[in-house]
């Protein structure tokens, strides 16, 4: 199994787990910063989890946040690849992550109230900020 199957199969691991601000539990209760923590943690990856962050996080924070990731590093590229972690924006700041397959996406929203796979969409693809990508330290 390849490190972007096996990114993509540990989040599936986490598809119908209720969502939940700051949630951090596979089954019990995810947000999307907490999907994102579940994967990197399962993968062995080095991570800095800061859990104690508002609904609506402003001025940057998560893309500043993401950007201090040691098991991540920013692609400055507009074709996410499947394994890719994207950064996203209702409006306003970027306020939601996801996690690319290739043509899915999978996240942890809460207007379905669960972690969940769906086709990534023209309009998804619009609300990308930016693209990180997971270091595989075992190249």
Not at 22 to 28: L, N
Not at 32 to 39: D, K, M, P, T
Not at 116 to 124: N, Q, R, S, V
Request: net charge negative; glycine share 8%; with cysteine.
């Amino acid at each position: 199994m390849t490190f972007t199957d096996r990114i993509i199969s540990k989040a599936r691991e986490a598809l119908g787990t209720p969502f939940s601000h700051q949630g951090r539990y596979v089954g019990k209760a995810l947000d999307c910063a907490g999907l994102l923590i579940f994967v990197a943690k399962e993968l062995d990856l080095e991570y800095i989890d800061a859990p104690t962050y508002s609904r609506n996080p402003s001025d940057s924070l998560l893309e500043e946040a993401l950007d201090r990731q040691p098991c991540l590093y920013r692609v400055y590229d507009n074709n996410p690849i499947a394994g890719d972690v994207l950064l996203m924006r209702f409006t306003g700041d970027p306020q939601h992550l996801g996690i690319c397959t290739g043509s899915n996406l999978i996240h942890a929203w809460e207007p379905p109230g669960k972690v969940c796979e769906h086709t990534l969409t023209g309009d998804w693809r619009r609300r990308i900020v930016s693209i990180y990508r997971f270091k595989d330290y075992n190249v």
